[in-house]
Nanobody
Framework: QVQLVESGGGLVQAGGSLRLSCAAS????????MGWFRQAPGKERDFVAA????????YYADSVKGRFTISRDNAKDTVYLQMNSLKPEDTAVYYC?????????????????????WGQGTQVTVSS
């Protein structure tokens, strides 16, 4: 089992920045692909970004490319999502997720059904 706990959400004005963290415990974190997803009220859970166990491979949703950066620190069992130039449409509950292995092509890592472990989520609200 892997337990995931997100933190770092909050209220920010449009154009601002936030950094989300996801701390993992349980099985060996460094072997897992990690992903960030988000879900706005009344909408489906959408992919945001994913990173392979080594950090070498990353993949982003088009809507956040160039604004968000995913990274990980395997020594701390933590994955991060740096969010810059935030927009009101980024408002959602953000979830981190874990799965074994990185799949090719890269977009194969964007499907929520491919992840085995999920955190409880952290709210991000961007005001206009």
């Amino acid at each position: 089992q892997v337990q995931l706990v997100e933190s770092g959400g909050g209220l920010v004005q449009a154009g601002g920045s936030l950094r989300l963290s996801c701390a993992a415990s349980g099985r060996t974190f460094s072997t897992f692909t990690m992903g960030w997803f988000r879900q706005a009220p009344g909408k489906e859970r959408d992919f945001v970004a994913a990173i392979s166990w080594s950090g070498y491979n990353t993949y982003y949703a088009d809507s956040v490319k160039g604004r968000f950066t995913i990274s990980r620190d395997n020594a701390k069992d933590t994955v991060y999502l740096q969010m810059n130039s935030l927009k009101p449409e980024d408002t959602a509950v953000y979830y981190c997720a874990a799965r074994a292995g990185w799949r090719f092509p890269d977009y194969s890592n964007s499907y929520p059904t491919g992840y085995d472990y999920w955190g409880q989520g952290t709210q991000v609200t961007v005001s206009s």
